[in-house]
Every structure is written in C-alpha cells, then in structure tokens.
C-alpha cells in the first residue's frame, strides 16, 4: 500500500519539476515549484523523515518561493518600455 504512495508522490514531483521549467508566467513557475516543494515532504513524511520534511516545507514550500516573487516583482517594477525611443533612434540618428 505505501509503495502506491511512494509512487504517486514521485509522479507528481515529476510533473511539477516539469511545470516549472515549461511554464512561460514566472509567478506559475514559482507555485509550481512550490507544489514540488510540498510533494517531496509529503515524500519525506511518507519515507520517515520527519525532520527532513520539516525543513522542505520550510525551504522549499516557503522561504524560496517568497523570495523568488519578491525577486520577480522588484525586477518588474524597474523594467520600463522604452520601444518608442528605439524607433526614433533608429530613424534619425
């Protein structure tokens, strides 16, 4: 019975590591690999590791992912379009 678990949850590690690198949003990448982060303590509860589980949902379920969004918003607020002034440089210069 447990072995269907070990499996599942390997399945869905699988299918959010996949997620996060093809996802073309960064904040959906970011919950992507946020779920990954889930799924392996699950896996790590599943396996016996309390301890390690802990840290997982700590790090990887949390504090990465809040950090990462913080990282993708503040790089977002100091990108402006400047492709009007690409054309006139282009035109008269």
Request: charge should be negative.
């Amino acid at each position: 019975m447990f072995w269907a678990i070990d499996y599942l949850c390997l399945a869905g590690v699988i299918v959010s590591a996949i997620a996060a690198i093809r996802i073309r949003n960064l904040n959906g990448a970011v919950m992507a690999l946020s779920a990954m982060g889930t799924i392996l303590s699950l896996l790590f509860i599943v396996l016996g590791a309390p301890d390690d589980a802990h840290s997982e949902v700590v790090v990887g379920a949390i504090a990465l992912p809040t950090l990462y969004l913080i990282a993708i918003g503040k790089v977002r607020a100091h990108v402006t379009d400047d492709s009007d002034d690409l054309g006139e440089v282009g035109e008269g210069r």
